[in-house]
């Protein structure tokens, strides 16, 4: 994978991830202005449904965000098994 396609790639997931925060607030603030006016014909299951697959794409973008950096270090030449995730001291 060359440079510029990995910096694409890791451009384009931002992008996927700031949409999903951004769908999710709005799902939120449309679930709150109807859900005040439709009251108990809110169709409340309908919008954990789906906030549960815009959790499903949140999840789909960790993993490609995980296999894309195993692909670089790969690339590097270091083993991705043994290189640890998350920083910190």
């Known amino acids: ?5 990995e910096s694409e790639a890791r451009k384009a997931l931002q992008r996927l991830r700031r ?4 769908v999710v607030r709005e799902l939120d603030a449309l679930e709150g202005a ?3 006016v439709e009251a108990e014909d809110f169709p409340a299951a309908n919008y954990e ?3 549960q697959q815009l959790s499903a794409v949140d999840s789909f973008a960790d993993e ?6 195993d692909k670089m270090l790969q690339a590097g030449g270091l083993e991705p098994g043994r290189v640890r995730r998350g920083g910190g001291l």
Not at 1 to 5: E, G, I, Q
Not at 64 to 69: C, I, S, T, V
Request: hydrophobic share 40%; charged share 30%.
């Open 64 to 69: 490609e965000a995980h296999r894309l950096q």
């Open 49 to 51: 449904r789906a906030r």
């Open 1 to 5: 994978m060359t440079t510029s396609a």
């Open 34 to 36: 109807l859900s005040h």
């Open 19 to 22: 949409a999903i925060e951004k």
